[in-house]
Structures are given as C-alpha cells and as structure tokens.
C-alpha cells in the first residue's frame, strides 16, 4: 500500500525557514518521479517542486532561489526546504506522485504571517 504522510508545517514569520518532510511506504523513491504541490486558501493546486527518480529536479518560478527540493534515499523520505518565507507561501503543502497532486499525502499546514 503506498503512503505519504507529510510532517514539518507550522506558523513562521516572514523570511524565515521550515523544512517539510514526506515519509513514503509501498515504494522506494529511486523508482518514481516525486513532487511538492501546494494549495493555497481559495485557490487550486499549485506546482512547487520536482525531483525525477534519477536525482536532480526543478523548482517553479514563484519559489526558485528559496526552495530547494532534497531526499534522503536511505530513509525514503523526501524534503522541501523553505527559506526567506513569504505570506504568499502560506498553504497547504503535499507530496505526490504527479504535478497535478491527484495522488498525494493529507498535507501538512505552512503559514507565514507576522
């Protein structure tokens, strides 16, 4: 059965940082593209980032320069490391198997005011 059970959320103040963890069960992290999608109060599902089986991966535009997208093969856990946080930044943050996030975790909540 695959899992993702996303941990790290929580309140920080503008320009700070918080990383965010996904745990994955039912399959090895090496075997499948993975991603960070976000949906914000009101809106839609967001593309953040992305990392293919293979390793290196890409950021969207809104968060390049701040996010950076990382996995420990070992644990099978993959990160998003936030740094200089935004309001725009708050949402709920999943991983997934797809950039559409149709199959993903539960979230976890990031929020980002003063």
């Known amino acids: 059965e695959v899992q993702l059970v996303e941990s790290g959320g929580g309140l920080v103040q503008p320009g700070g940082s918080l990383r965010l963890a996904c745990v994955i069960s039912?399959?090895?992290?090496?075997?499948?593209?993975m991603y960070w999608v976000r949906q914000a109060p009101g809106k839609g599902l967001e593309w953040v980032a992305w990392?293919?089986?293979?390793?290196?991966?890409a950021l969207a535009a809104s968060v390049e320069g701040r996010f950076t997208i990382s996995r420990d093969i070992a644990k099978n856990i993959l990160y998003l490391n936030m740094h200089s946080l935004k309001s725009e930044d708050t949402a709920v943050y999943y991983c997934?198997?797809?950039?559409?996030?149709?199959?993903r975790g539960q979230g976890t909540q990031v929020s980002v005011s003063s």
């Open positions: 997934a198997t797809d950039a559409s996030g149709s199959d």
């Open positions: 039912g399959f090895m992290l090496t075997s499948r593209d």
């Open positions: 990392i293919p089986h293979s390793g290196r991966g």
